[in-house]
């Protein structure tokens, strides 16, 4: 399709209403976008292509979608508004013919532990509502079976004016929930080592609690001594059961303390609801590390990890139970409900097929409803978010996805093109971000940025059909038909890593020896059960690194030079330089502008109206104190030096008077995965996804360990930067690593010396081994669809 063109003058034939048909950009400046002006048909697919870092997400998300959603916002009342998220209006001249957005992307469902895929989808509530209507005996409402319900009793009288006349009558109430009272609906139940909480040799004044953040000398030590519920001087173990008890277990308690009104609570109750309630991965290492030291955690006995009451368990349609249902495979649960016939809940069984064939559709059949929402990738999550918008029937909206071919195997991609045409056939925009070519060539319009990363991107190179874009000379067009050779010669094993009776989730006895000294990828359809034989079933003491895709967790204060560690070695090197303390050189502590905090500019609230930010006048957006900046090394001041980029700091810190070896070694790790054009100060919260992943990679490359683990590390990266990570993927074996590769892309494939493929299927049509080899055998075999797909890849 050639590029639309605005009439400025309908045709007779045409209504004035019709000739809205483009969605229009001028002078878009979001992050590192240079005055960027283009033009998308509606009612098409159009892909925005460029290498990681060049912009694509700030005009999708940061400009188009982000001034959709902020007009759509200012139609509430302001009342309401004070209730979302305040968005402020993106740095761009023009936008025009914007449609309601609605955003499909890559952030990870909450990781709340009480938050289910069934909770995060309404296939739950569906559900609880058909148990409550057909379930035999009939035990309540809907709420009778939700875990997250609790069931309440109570009595009492209550007063009423009636007449002039005030009387009291008795009144009772009860609410039936099918919240396991043993586990409170977690599903687990957990342990604490008492010794590892405490010393009980010892006194509370003398520090006899271990647990961090509980200091004696702070409002914890006021507490406990103004409670005057123990001996603060008295070893613990010579403690009374009253006194223990209100130490460990005491609910909680109102108390004065130095004529304060404050609340003591015992130990276990505390930590449980500050910390306990999150889950385990979100928290800091220290309290992480204590949580895995003092707790144990443990299936509920009473609900055998349903998190359900046995009222709720009792309940059956047929010989099926609600926590039967959950823990289906969802494929097979659509089937359950396909068989079900009746009349009085026609809708409602209509509506839960429908969301559940959605699931089967999108290639996440193999999931069960109770599987905890934070444990799905970035991939599936995005997939469940896309499920409540395939039935939809609002047309003329534009969806915005995120590389929504993250975490699928070639077999997949091809049903999930399918959908985004099909959303589109319905007369809907489509934008999406994506690198893969077999999801480029469907576009009915590219848009291609760079042309470089950064500072070096930011501006359209390319806009036109897909044919179009091949022809053209950019980066995106010369790399879009690469395709990847076998190795000619594969390196040879130096030992193996031995997994015994896999059987983590749908794994089914797994042995296998996994190669060691050379590049392995574990491959196979999403479900198949590669990250459950990989992250759940090598042994903790094999001395891995795993890097995941986990997202990086900083605020807008955090960038690459905090996050890799490369800021402490330059604050010291300027402190010895300059004969001060290290502490002056960081904004967030002693050198910080006192105006601003560190944070270059002062924001201001104005509540449900977007926040307004402004450069700091005092320090003119540097973020330190002026007396700070007379200091210099290697003729720079500090923040001269965290505006440099990654490579002019390398060679910055590599010779002559700045001279780092510390610093030197970060910065070149952060070359090697290609970061080079980051700045040292450019905030994490303006890092792409595939610019994280690297990131993250670099930090982790100088731990001490043999086995590397990547979960997909080329998710966000671009065709042409694929070549530079099996380039560095090589220099790690080489160097006498060990490289364990997750990965659907076929040009990782080909590069690999042995291939462990899992399937056939996914769920329980997964979890057993259908391949191991070089990749040379696996195409010469096409046994599997990975061996399909990849010798159609290399054109064998």
């Known amino acids: 399709m050639t590029k639309a063109t605005r009439t400025d003058k309908p045709s007779p034939e045409q209504h004035a209403a019709d000739s809205h048909d483009l969605i229009r950009v001028h002078g878009a400046r979001v992050n590192n976008?240079?005055?960027?002006?283009?033009?998308?048909p509606k009612r098409r697919l159009t892909v925005f292509t460029g290498v990681s870092g060049s912009g694509k997400s700030s005009l999708v998300f940061g400009t188009i979608a982000a001034e959709s959603q902020r007009m759509i916002n200012e139609t509430y009342s302001a009342f309401v508004q004070g209730f979302m998220p305040t968005l402020a209006r993106p740095d761009v001249d023009v936008l025009d013919g914007l449609t309601t957005a609605i955003i499909v992307d890559q952030e990870r469902m909450g990781a709340n532990a009480r938050s289910t895929v069934g909770t995060a989808t309404d296939a739950n509530a569906m559900l609880r509502i058909l148990f409550s209507r057909l379930g035999k005996p009939h035990i309540g409402s809907p709420q009778a079976f939700s875990f997250n319900v609790a069931s309440i009793s109570g009595a009492g009288a209550v007063t009423i004016e009636k007449g002039g006349t005030t009387t009291k009558e008795k009144r009772s109430f009860s609410i039936t929930g099918g919240m396991c009272p043993r586990c409170e609906g977690m599903g687990r139940v957990s342990d604490f080592d008492l010794s590892a909480m405490y010393d009980d040799s010892k006194s509370l004044n003398e520090g006899a609690l271990t647990m961090p953040g509980y200091s004696m000398e702070g409002w914890f030590g006021r507490i406990f001594s103004g409670s005057g519920f123990f001996d603060m001087d008295k070893p613990i173990r010579k403690y009374n059961k009253r006194e223990l008890?209100?130490?460990?277990?005491?609910?909680?308690?109102?108390?004065?303390?130095?004529?304060?009104?404050?609340?003591?609570?015992?130990?276990?109750?505390?930590?449980?609801?500050?910390?306990?309630?999150?889950?385990?991965?979100?928290?800091?290492?220290?309290?992480?590390?204590?949580?895995?030291?003092?707790?144990?955690?443990?299936?509920?006995?009473?609900?055998?990890?349903?998190?359900?009451?046995?009222?709720?368990?009792?309940?059956?349609?047929?010989?099926?139970?609600?926590?039967?249902?959950?823990?289906?495979?969802?494929?097979?649960?659509?089937?359950?409900?396909?068989?079900?016939?009746?009349?009085?809940?026609?809708?409602?069984?209509?509506?839960?097929?429908?969301?559940?064939?959605?699931?089967?559709?999108?290639?996440?059949g193999y999931l069960s409803l109770d599987r905890p929402a934070g444990?799905?990738?970035?991939?599936?999550?995005?997939?469940?978010?896309?499920?409540?918008?395939?039935?939809?029937?609002?047309?003329?909206?534009?969806?915005?996805?995120?590389?929504?071919?993250?975490?699928?195997?070639?077999?997949?991609?091809?049903?999930?093109?399918?959908?985004?045409?099909?959303l589109r056939d319905k007369g809907n925009t489509v934008l999406v971000v994506e690198h893969k070519p077999e999801a480029i060539a469907i576009a009915d319009h590219v848009v291609d940025l760079g042309p470089g990363a950064g500072t070096g991107g930011g501006t359209v190179c390319f806009e036109g059909t897909v044919d179009e874009l091949r022809a053209s000379d950019t980066l995106t067009g010369r790399h879009l038909d690469d395709r990847s050779t076998l190795k000619e010669k594969v390196r040879t094993a130096t030992g193996s890593l031995q997994i015994r009776g896999a059987n983590a989730n749908n794994l089914r006895?797994?042995?296998?020896?996994?190669?060691?000294?050379?590049?392995?990828?574990?491959?196979?359809?999403?479900?198949?059960?590669?990250?459950?034989?990989?992250?759940?079933?090598?042994?903790?003491?094999?001395?891995?690194?795993?890097?995941?895709?986990?997202?990086?967790?900083?605020?807008?204060?955090?960038?690459?030079?905090?996050?890799?560690?490369?800021?402490?070695?330059?604050?010291?090197?300027?402190?010895?330089?300059?004969?001060?303390?290290?502490?002056?050189f960081s904004a967030n502590s002693e050198g910080a502008c006192p105006t601003c905090n560190g944070a270059g500019v002062i924001y201001t609230d104005l509540a449900m109206m977007a926040g307004v930010a402004t450069v700091c006048e005092e320090c003119e957006g540097k973020r330190f104190m002026a007396s700070v900046l007379e200091y210099h090394l290697g003729g720079r001041d500090i923040s001269q030096v965290l505006a440099m980029s990654v490579t002019d700091a390398e060679q910055f810190f590599g010779a002559g008077d700045a001279k780092t070896p510390a610093a030197h070694a970060i910065l070149a790790r952060l070359v090697d995965v290609g970061l080079g054009y980051l700045s040292l100060g450019q905030p994490l919260t303006t890092l792409s996804g595939g610019e994280r992943q690297r990131l993250k990679l670099a930090t982790h490359m100088s731990e001490k360990g043999g086995v590397y683990v990547l979960d997909e590390p080329t998710t966000g990266l671009h065709l042409a930067d694929v070549e530079h990570l099996l380039a560095l993927l090589d220099r790690l074996v080489d160097s006498g690593k060990s490289v364990i590769v997750i990965e659907h892309h076929q040009a990782v494939m080909a590069h690999a010396d042995w291939i462990i493929d899992l399937g056939p299927g996914a769920g329980h049509d997964g979890g057993l081994i259908v391949f191991e080899g070089t990749p040379a055998d696996l195409v010469a075999a096409r046994s599997t669809l990975t061996g399909q797909h990849l010798a159609t890849y290399v054109n064998s």
């Open 33 to 40: 976008l240079k005055d960027v002006s283009v033009e998308l």
């Open 245 to 364: 008890h209100d130490l460990l277990y005491k609910e909680p308690t109102k108390i004065k303390v130095e004529g304060i009104n404050l609340t003591y609570e015992g130990l276990i109750p505390k930590i449980q609801k500050s910390i306990l309630s999150k889950d385990v991965e979100a928290l800091q290492p220290h309290v992480r590390a204590f949580v895995e030291r003092v707790i144990t955690f443990g299936t509920c006995p009473d609900c055998g990890g349903t998190r359900l009451s046995e009222a709720a368990r009792s309940s059956k349609i047929g010989k099926i139970n609600i926590a039967d249902a959950c823990a289906m495979q969802i494929s097979d649960l659509a089937d359950w409900v396909r068989g079900l016939d009746e009349p009085s809940v026609a809708p409602l069984l209509e509506k839960l097929r429908h969301t559940l064939d959605s699931f089967v559709e999108i290639g996440l």
């Open 375 to 422: 444990t799905l990738s970035g991939g599936e999550a995005q997939r469940t978010k896309m499920i409540r918008h395939l039935g939809s029937s609002l047309t003329d909206v534009t969806y915005v996805f995120d590389e929504p071919t993250i975490g699928l195997h070639p077999h997949d991609i091809q049903r999930m093109n399918g959908l985004l045409l099909r």
């Open 509 to 584: 006895d797994v042995d296998v020896d996994v190669p060691l000294g050379v590049l392995t990828v574990i491959t196979g359809v999403a479900g198949s059960g590669k990250s459950s034989l990989v992250h759940g079933s090598i042994p903790d003491d094999a001395g891995v690194v795993s890097i995941d895709q986990g997202a990086i967790r900083g605020s807008r204060r955090s960038n690459p030079a905090t996050y890799t560690g490369l800021l402490e070695p330059i604050r010291k090197a300027f402190a010895k330089a300059n004969g001060v303390k290290p502490a002056l």
